[in-house]
């Protein structure tokens, strides 16, 4: 599935299709952090416009997630309705951990037909991942303490959802104090998108 999905992506748009990604970062991970930018770096390569969301500083004045969430979520809509995303023939949202939440809700209160990658999602994001949700594929780590893998897991083969879980990576989709697999992990989930 996740290679016909690649094939799907590289052949879908014909030339003057007009194309966007758009990087929803994580509480803790920034669009700088490597899975996010050769995400956008990559899509970039394919020939789409990258629009690279920011939370400002609501990270740091939210008193709880869920407060934190909704903040987010009204920022973040000001942002993308200023691209008129109506507009695009291809919008992949390419999200982390937190920005899973607001990628999935941005998708169904602006009514597009985003295709999406989910990196780590928390449990909050479970309402978003669902079959006939567009979802190419949902990543996360065995030993993600955000959301337990078996969860995870169950809930992706009840949708019938592509989950790709990474043996021993964390929330982070690392491995700690071991760099060699890290960078294997970093070409791994790349390989995906």
């Known amino acids: 599935m ?6 799907y992506w590289e052949g879908k748009n014909a030339m003057g299709d007009k194309k966007i990604v758009v990087i929803f970062p994580g509480g ?12 956008g ?6 020939g789409y416009k990258k629009v690279a969301i920011s939370y400002g500083d609501l990270l740091k004045r939210a008193k709880s997630l869920d407060e934190c ?3 987010i979520k ?13 507009k695009y023939d291809d919008i992949v949202f390419v999200s982390k951990s937190l920005g899973t939440v607001v990628a999935g809700w941005i998708a169904e209160e602006l009514c597009i037909k985003a295709r999406h990658i989910y990196l780590t999602p928390i449990k909050e994001t479970l309402t978003y991942i669902e079959n006939g949700k567009n979802i190419i594929i949902v990543v996360a780590g065995t ?3 955000q959301l337990d893998a078996d969860i995870l897991k169950q809930h992706c083969i009840k949708e019938n ?9 964390n929330h ?3 491995v700690l104090s071991d760099m060699d697999k890290n960078i294997e992990i970093l070409r791994e989930v790349l390989a995906l998108y």
């Open 143 to 145: 030993k993600d303490k």
């Open 28 to 39: 803790n991970y920034s669009i700088d952090c490597p899975l996010l930018y050769y995400a």
């Open 41 to 46: 770096l990559k899509f970039e390569v394919r």
């Open 74 to 86: 009204s920022t973040v809509l000001s942002q993308l309705q200023a691209y008129d995303l109506s």
């Open 69 to 71: 969430i909704g903040d």
């Open 2 to 7: 996740v290679d016909g999905s690649l094939e």
């Open 161 to 169: 959802i592509c989950l790709k879980q990474i043996d021993g990576a």
């Open 172 to 174: 982070r989709l690392e």
